[in-house]
């Protein structure tokens, strides 16, 4: 093992301190940043547990919960740290992410200078980290804390395992094994930690028995795959946990959706992606969607390359063991995410990279600086040229930092990449509509509309944008194709009837809350909803030209016909109709259902008011008939027919066939059946004094009814 001699503490301070300035410089700019509507909502902005701060409650919490489809107690702890110390203030949480970069860019420095004992090449590395614009998205964008508080960890406990291997010895083992612990609670990124320990025995650590150079200290393989037992045992662990979680979250595709043929493709092309983006880092993506068209030529062509490059580090390993050992750490950190196991559906993502890419970062600065070596001239050429690739990394992370400044900026940025990138349309989307800036949102939406016309999610958010901006022949399009995707859905369908209420199409929108209701198993949401639409229906018939009113009304009577409110408003319709006898009972019936209600006794004492004629005693005899004989139980009142009946009898100083007929109606259906009877007698036969044998005919079938103690109502 390489010795590592600290000869100038100061030279190694002046690093660090340029370091930090390299990390303030890139990332600084993420301060100003706020949430983004990606994950920021979960972790930080509506988790309620978060936002509580640290308590033993949270704390619980925190271990029992796999929101996010994660197990990871630990990244839960430091936002609750967060929000204790800064609450909702987004700048705090982008503190703690900038600080955890800074202390990793510093780890890394360390680790690689007490593992090597190069000073200037493990800086070199440290600052590519520090700058790097892979690296942008997990540390600008707060829900992503899991990844460099993980790396933390890891370098944490490379740190120790370089002193275990130092100087053996069970606690200083014991404080690698609880740092893998404890990077694996932040993120299962760490499940590759014991590959990493054994590609670090290779070189730089130089444990292995046989290799170059020889040493009595040296172990051989079998005792060095022994010695990680227990770290591959926590891997085994962690993964179990991290599939159960994303399982229960159903964060995982389905093979059905990808096939493992796809995503063998996926992996390989994305794996080209990645190195192609570690030394041209353009057109960087939050979200790089996934492809479904991936040529198999192109699949085959990208693992050609890899094993080529794979070969000739295996084949420069005696000479140069740094090449195959950061290829290997590249290739094999990345391999949990590659997209075996497929969670969401992106193609690849720049967090990923973020331990991984220190792999290609060490192959790349040792192979440099042994070219160097070889080459003296060439040293100070080599040094304007690093220089100047650092400047432009920090200018790119610069700019790469801004579009994580808020939903519109990062989406707006993705659709700059990719036009086509339905997620980011519909992402960019939602997020002006909680802005409410609804013309814009629609905008957005019906751009992703015209690639896909069955989404649901962007479909509802379209309705409600035109909703928003009372365009309802527009928001009605697209509700209609929602009721097809979801045509059992009780919300959409209600939704559907409000908004082809406000296009007028009111006999569609009480068809469409009778659908709803079909579907709704609560009746109490039923009813709800019933009450809000008749009260919808009555006020649209309130402020409609009077020949529209009748619509409104009727629509609200089959919606609920025994409502006090459309009673009233049915009654006066009919008094407007001049139909007083039908305002009557509609009142009568609406008294029964609010006996206080003040507009309905106001308007019925005006009526009867009217009334008390004998010019009105037909009208009477018309409201005890129609309270007697209505074919539906609820609208028929046999004590107030009964009333009607004798005040109409009153009013024309005696029977006649027309009144009797109603009174014996008004009396079977109070239960009276003998005096209906008889009444029914007198009428017929001033029926047949009145010259109407046919009218004598109906009255004494329905004697006949009541003589078998049957009251008459008139069929429907």
Not at 19 to 43: E, Q, S, T, W
Not at 307 to 323: S, T
């Amino acid at each position: 093992m390489t010795q590592m001699c600290i000869s100038d503490k100061r030279k190694i301070a002046l690093i660090a301190i340029a370091l930090i300035i390299l990390v303030a410089v890139a990332h600084g700019a993420m301060l100003k940043n706020g949430f983004v509507p990606l994950d920021d909502v979960l972790y930080v902005q509506d988790n309620q547990q978060v936002l509580h701060g640290l308590s033993w409650e949270g704390f619980k919490w925190a271990f029992s919960t796999t929101d996010g489809g994660n197990w990871h107690p630990l990244t839960w702890l430091t936002h609750m740290a967060d929000a204790q110390l800064f609450g909702s203030n987004a700048a705090g949480h982008h503190l703690g992410n900038l600080l955890l970069h800074c202390l990793n860019t510093l780890l890394l420095f360390l680790c690689l200078l007490r593992m090597t004992g190069t000073r200037w090449r493990s800086a070199a590395v440290a600052a590519v980290f520090a700058v790097h614009p892979m690296h942008v998205e997990s540390v600008a964008w707060i829900s992503e804390r899991k990844d460099v508080l993980c790396a933390f960890f890891v370098l944490i406990g490379l740190l120790a395992y370089q002193r275990y291997v130092r100087r053996p010895g069970s606690l200083r083992y014991g404080c690698v094994l609880g740092c893998q612990a404890l990077a694996l609670m932040c993120k299962p990124m760490a499940v590759t930690f014991p590959f990493v320990l054994l590609l670090l025995d290779y070189w730089p650590l130089e444990r292995l028995k046989n290799s170059y150079p020889a040493d009595v200290n040296k172990v051989s393989l079998a005792r060095l795959l022994l010695e990680k037992v227990p770290f591959i045992l926590l891997t085994g662990l962690f993964c179990w946990i991290s599939l159960a979680a994303q399982q229960k979250n159903m964060a995982m595709s389905d093979l059905a959706i990808i096939p493992l043929e796809l995503r063998v493709k996926n992996a390989l092309v994305s794996y080209v992606d990645y190195l192609r983006l570690a030394f041209y880092p353009s057109g960087l993506n939050a979200l790089y969607p996934y492809p479904f068209d991936i040529s198999t030529v192109y699949a085959l062509g990208c693992a050609v390359f890899l094993l080529a490059l794979l070969l000739v580090a295996l084949l420069r390993a005696r000479q140069a063991p740094y090449l195959p050992v950061g290829l290997l750490w590249f290739l094999g950190m990345l391999l949990p995410v590659i997209g075996i196991v497929q969670v969401g559906m992106q193609a690849k993502a720049d967090r990923y990279v973020y331990l991984p890419y220190i792999g290609l970062y060490i192959a790349v600065v040792w192979t440099i600086s042994s070219i160097v070596t070889r080459f003296p001239k060439v040293r100070a050429a080599v040094v304007v040229i690093f220089v100047l690739a650092l400047g432009l990394l920090v200018n790119t992370t610069h700019h790469q930092v801004r579009t994580w400044k808020d939903g519109a900026t990062l989406f707006e940025r993705m659709l700059d990449v990719n036009p086509y990138n339905k997620i980011a349309l519909y992402n960019l989307g939602g997020f002006l509509y909680t802005q409410e800036r609804y013309a814009e949102a629609a905008d957005v939406l019906e751009r992703y509309f015209k690639m896909d016309h069955w989404k649901p999610e962007v479909l509802k958010l379209l309705t409600d944008s035109y909703v928003e901006l009372e365009r309802y022949q527009d928001a009605m399009t697209y509700m209609k194709y929602l009721a097809n995707v979801q045509p059992e859905d009780s919300d959409i369908l209600a939704k559907l009837a409000y908004i082809s209420l406000m296009c007028g199409e009111v006999d569609y929108s009480v068809k469409a809350l009778q659908a709803a209701n079909t579907f709704e198993p609560n009746d109490t949401r039923k009813q709800e909803r019933v009450s809000t639409f008749v009260s919808m229906l009555l006020d649209k018939a309130s402020k409609a030209a009077a020949d529209q009113r009748e619509v409104y009304i009727d629509g609200a009577i089959a919606l609920a016909p025994y409502d006090a409110r459309t009673l009233y408003a049915q009654a006066q319709l009919k008094v407007h109709q001049r139909k007083l006898a039908d305002a009557v009972v509609c009142l009568i019936l609406a008294k029964r259902q609010a006996p206080e209600s003040k507009p309905v006794l106001g308007l019925m004492r005006k009526l009867l008011s009217n009334m008390d004629t004998s010019e009105n005693a037909l009208v009477l005899r018309q409201i005890a008939w129609a309270l007697a004989t209505n074919p539906e139980k609820a609208r028929r009142d046999g004590e107030s027919a009964l009333e009607f009946a004798v005040r109409a009898i009153e009013l024309q100083g005696g029977e006649t066939a027309l009144t009797a007929d109603a009174l014996a109606a008004a009396l079977a259906e109070s239960g009276h059946f003998n005096e209906a009877q008889r009444t029914a007698g007198r009428a017929a036969v001033l029926a047949k004094q009145g010259g109407d044998e046919c009218y004598a005919a109906e009255i004494a079938a329905r004697q006949s009814l009541y003589a078998s103690g049957k009251a008459f109502h008139i069929a429907r």
